[in-house]
């Protein structure tokens, strides 16, 4: 069966086929890690995996490269301000390196958590600095950057467009519009490939043009090429990366090798929070622990992002969250009963369903739509061990392992809700039920909710 994907380059849904054989080649941007990811960081990383599984579910090969941004990632995306990693290193009294362990280490915990597909090539930036650097004298060479008495720039107007993955139009650009005008460079949209370091910067190596370290965009055009070639069948990211970092690859690539690096370019929404952008430098992010910490699978966070399609926004609420759980709870119970029925189901029913979960999934990886056969599934009237053989085999593609109890950290219930819990089953036994109304209620405002059933009363953290 045919797979599609959305094509930022041409905006259009287009057929999925490798440049090279069964060999898929995918190059992924990777977290700057001067700080913990969020779940905002983890959809995009969540979508990654989503795209690598449905290529190993269609039989595909991979070579899937990401990088580790240990330096070079300035405080705005475009050429001003500090080092990201300098800026940490310094808050958290701490070298750049350590920090850079310290957060990668944690990074790809999350990955574990969240049951995400590492690629085969992990590449930091720190271990690229010469081939880097070759990369740039070879921009230079090809007359596509320049030397100023700060940076090595890329000069944008020796391309024939520059600006082809957002569609900017340049002349229609003020001077200055992304970056400070600096008096040196020959366009506004010019951008650093090199940067001369200041005498105190502690993250600086000897080059060709003195102490210098690298821009943000050039280690992903070096190790992309240096891993996968001069030109490659996907590149991924979050879509903030679009209209500099991607524009900026792409620029570097053409200037080098006359190519556009990789033929499709797919991009993940964000995730928002209370309707607004979440971001590592707006400071209102919540990570996976926050999750584990308030009694979530991590994997019900899959579970939520499978409820959008990757290339929609996705507003996070708790509540949202507690369902995806329940989710999550209902989709593992329904697995077992299934794994325990004795029904017969006939060949032409399961394949139906492989079909539909295929045309889903191969369709610009449409989770919504895939998720909808596995309810069909897990609602059928009908319980045989051979639907819950088919879930296992569509768990290749979520990654939620199905086959595995859900991981829900059960919360200390505070000793002051117990009391009051007493209280009440008192009340009750002497059917004081104006009394026992009363503490359900004064629970209630101390954050728990009471549940009354047949096996007693048990009480819920209000989420
Ligand atoms: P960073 O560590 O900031 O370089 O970001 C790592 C990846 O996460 C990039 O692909 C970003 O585009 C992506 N990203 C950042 N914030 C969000 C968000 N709120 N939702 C989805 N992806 C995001
Ligand atoms: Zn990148």
């Given at each position: 069966?045919?797979?599609?994907?959305?094509?930022?380059?041409?905006?259009?849904?287009?057929?999925?086929?490798?440049?090279?054989?069964?060999?898929?080649?995918?190059?992924?941007?990777?977290?700057?890690?001067?700080?913990?990811?969020?779940?905002?960081?983890?959809?995009?990383?969540?979508?990654?995996?989503?795209?690598?599984?449905?290529?190993?579910?269609?039989?595909?090969?991979?070579?899937?490269?990401?990088?580790?941004?240990?330096?070079?990632?300035?405080?705005?995306?475009?050429?001003?301000?500090?080092?990201?990693?300098?800026?940490?290193?310094?808050?958290?009294?701490?070298?750049?390196?350590?920090?850079?362990?310290?957060?990668?280490?944690?990074?790809?915990?999350?990955?574990?958590?969240?049951?995400?597909?590492?690629?085969?090539?992990?590449?930091?930036?720190?271990?690229?600095?010469?081939?880097?650097?070759?990369?740039?004298?070879?921009?230079?060479?090809?007359?596509?950057?320049?030397?100023?008495?700060?940076?090595?720039?890329?000069?944008?107007?020796?391309?024939?467009?520059?600006?082809?993955?957002?569609?900017?139009?340049?002349?229609?650009?003020?001077?200055?519009?992304?970056?400070?005008?600096?008096?040196?460079?020959?366009?506004?949209?010019?951008?650093?490939?090199?940067?001369?370091?200041?005498?105190?910067?502690?993250?600086?190596?000897?080059?060709?043009?003195?102490?210098?370290?690298?821009?943000?965009?050039?280690?992903?055009?070096?190790?992309?090429?240096?891993?996968?070639?001069?030109?490659?069948?996907?590149?991924?990211?979050?879509?903030?990366?679009?209209?500099?970092?991607?524009?900026?690859?792409?620029?570097?690539?053409?200037?080098?090798?006359?190519k556009i690096p990789a033929r499709f370019w797919m991009h993940c929404e964000f995730l928002l929070i209370d309707g607004g952008k979440m971001s590592k430098s707006l400071g209102n992010t919540y990570l996976v622990?926050?999750?584990?910490?308030?009694?979530?699978?991590?994997?019900?966070?899959?579970?939520?992002?499978?409820?959008?399609?990757?290339?929609?926004?996705?507003?996070?609420?708790?509540?949202?969250?507690?369902?995806?759980?329940?989710?999550?709870?209902?989709?593992?119970?329904?697995?077992?009963?299934?794994?325990?029925?004795?029904?017969?189901?006939?060949?032409?029913?399961?394949?139906?369903?492989?079909?539909?979960?295929?045309?889903?999934?191969?369709?610009?990886?449409?989770?919504?739509?895939?998720?909808?056969?596995?309810?069909?599934?897990?609602?059928?009237?009908?319980?045989?061990?051979?639907?819950?053989?088919?879930?296992?085999?569509?768990?290749?593609?979520?990654?939620?392992?199905?086959?595995?109890?859900?991981?829900?950290?059960?919360?200390?219930?505070?000793?002051?809700?117990?009391?009051?819990?007493?209280?009440?089953?008192?009340?009750?036994?002497?059917?004081?039920?104006?009394?026992?109304?009363?503490?359900?209620?004064?629970?209630?405002?101390?954050?728990?909710?009471?549940?009354?059933?047949?096996?007693?009363?048990?009480?819920?953290?209000?989420?």
């Amino acid at each position: 069966m045919s797979i599609t994907f959305y094509n930022t380059l041409t905006k259009t849904k287009e057929k999925f086929e490798p440049l090279e054989g069964n060999l898929v080649r995918i190059y992924t941007c990777g977290p700057t890690v001067y700080k913990d990811a969020s779940i905002g960081n983890m959809k995009s990383y969540i979508f990654m995996d989503t795209l690598r599984r449905v290529l190993k579910y269609n039989g595909y090969n991979l070579k899937h490269a990401m990088n580790i941004t240990d330096v070079g990632h300035l405080v705005s995306d475009g050429d001003e301000g500090e080092d990201k990693m300098l800026k940490a290193a310094r808050e958290e009294k701490k070298t750049p390196l350590e920090v850079a362990k310290y957060y990668t280490k944690k990074f790809f915990e999350d990955f574990e958590r969240l049951n995400i597909d590492k690629p085969e090539i992990i590449c930091k930036a720190t271990d690229h600095i010469n081939d880097m650097m070759k990369f740039v004298q070879k921009l230079l060479d090809n007359g596509y950057a320049y030397e100023t008495s700060t940076a090595i720039y890329f000069d944008v107007s020796k391309l024939d467009k520059y600006g082809i993955l957002s569609g900017i139009d340049l002349r229609n650009q003020k001077a200055g519009a992304r970056v400070e005008v600096d008096e040196e460079k020959k366009n506004p949209y010019d951008f650093a490939l090199w940067i001369k370091a200041p005498e105190n910067h502690i993250m600086k190596w000897e080059s060709p043009w003195g102490l210098c370290y690298p821009g943000w965009h050039i280690e992903c055009s070096t190790m992309s090429n240096k891993y996968l070639g001069e030109q490659f069948d996907i590149h991924t990211g979050g879509i903030d990366l679009v209209p500099t970092h991607h524009e900026n690859e792409i620029a570097q690539s053409k200037g080098c090798t006359g190519k556009i690096p990789a033929r499709f370019w797919m991009h993940c929404e964000f995730l928002l929070i209370d309707g607004g952008k979440m971001s590592k430098s707006l400071g209102n992010t919540y990570l996976v622990q926050d999750l584990i910490d308030r009694g979530y699978d991590p994997l019900s966070y899959k579970m939520l992002c499978f409820t959008s399609h990757y290339r929609n926004k996705l507003n996070f609420t708790w509540e949202g969250l507690t369902n995806a759980q329940n989710s999550l709870i209902k989709l593992k119970e329904g697995y077992v009963k299934h794994k325990a029925g004795t029904d017969d189901i006939s060949t032409d029913k399961i394949q139906e369903y492989k079909t539909k979960f295929l045309e889903a999934i191969n369709d610009d990886l449409n989770m919504p739509v895939a998720m909808s056969v596995i309810w069909e599934i897990i609602k059928s009237p009908i319980k045989s061990k051979k639907l819950a053989d088919l879930l296992l085999d569509f768990d290749k593609v979520l990654g939620i392992k199905i086959d595995e109890p859900v991981k829900q950290k059960q919360e200390e219930i505070p000793k002051e809700i117990l009391d009051l819990l007493e209280q009440r089953k008192t009340a009750r036994s002497s059917k004081n039920w104006a009394l026992s109304d009363e503490l359900r209620d004064q629970i209630r405002n101390k954050g728990y909710n009471v549940k009354d059933s047949k096996e007693g009363m048990t009480v819920e953290k209000i989420k």
